[in-house]
């Protein structure tokens, strides 16, 4: 177990250093010529290599953009949505005090959300009614 934490956590040391390192190379070699700015060091490429993940790319398992991971936008469209339109009255009823349970209602009186009229199939509407 502990030989395979060892190489585990190596394989991502050296993975980000090789990343660290291309990132450093590309700049450094297409960067100043193209656009007159100044290199870089490893430490900065590094720093640049984590902040374009976070804006561009997110980090493994977890997705940027939404249609690739089937996610509300996507391709697939919205697969909470098509759960929910499966279950029958009860089944959201119940659903909905399970949340209610753990603390998802929410503060400020977003707990009006969660009311069964605002998603009666038979208005058509799942939206939340204003001024009622």
Do not use: C, H
């Amino acid at each position: 177990m502990k030989k395979r934490f060892f190489i585990i956590s190596l394989f991502w040391v050296l993975a980000i250093a090789a990343f660290g390192a291309i990132v450093m190379l590309l700049w450094n070699f297409v960067v100043p010529g193209v656009l007159g700015l100044a290199t870089i060091n490893f430490w900065q490429a590094l720093a640049l290599f984590v902040l374009a993940r976070i804006f561009f790319g997110g980090f493994p398992g977890r997705g940027a953009f939404p249609a690739r991971r089937g996610m509300p936008g996507g391709k697939e469209g919205n697969p909470f949505r098509a759960k929910w339109e499966k279950m029958s009255p009860e089944e959201r009823k119940d659903f909905i005090n399970k949340r209610k349970k753990f603390g998802f209602g929410g503060p400020f009186g977003r707990d009006g959300f969660f009311n069964e009229r605002n998603f009666d199939r038979n208005n058509g509407s799942e939206t939340p009614k204003e001024n009622e």
